[in-house]
């Protein structure tokens, strides 16, 4: 996919309903690796993307997460 086309690529809002929420990004390719971390406190929002370099997102800890296929929060 084109560079340019990556602006459109599909985002995801996540929010954190504790402090301490971890949001992990993980790269494409042949080997999956953390490539950025963030933490989250509790009623921060963050709005993420997929991009060529981001092919996964991993959430630990309370969190509602906003997606085009609908929300989810994780469990306890």
């Known amino acids: 996919m084109p560079e340019?086309?990556?602006v459109l690529a599909d985002y995801i809002v996540i929010?954190?309903?504790e402090n301490g929420v971890t949001i992990m990004g993980l790269t494409r390719g042949r080997d999956t690796k953390f490539h950025h971390t963030?933490?989250?406190d509790k009623g921060?929002?963050?709005?993420?993307?997929?991009?060529e370099h981001t092919s996964a997102?991993?959430?630990?800890?309370k969190a509602e997460l906003l997606t085009k296929h609908g929300g989810i929060r994780t469990e306890d």
Do not use: N
């Open 38 to 40: 963030e933490k989250l």
């Open 4 to 6: 340019q086309d990556w």
């Open 15 to 17: 929010k954190a309903m």
């Open 57 to 61: 997102i991993k959430i630990r800890g």
């Open 44 to 51: 921060e929002v963050m709005i993420a993307q997929f991009t």
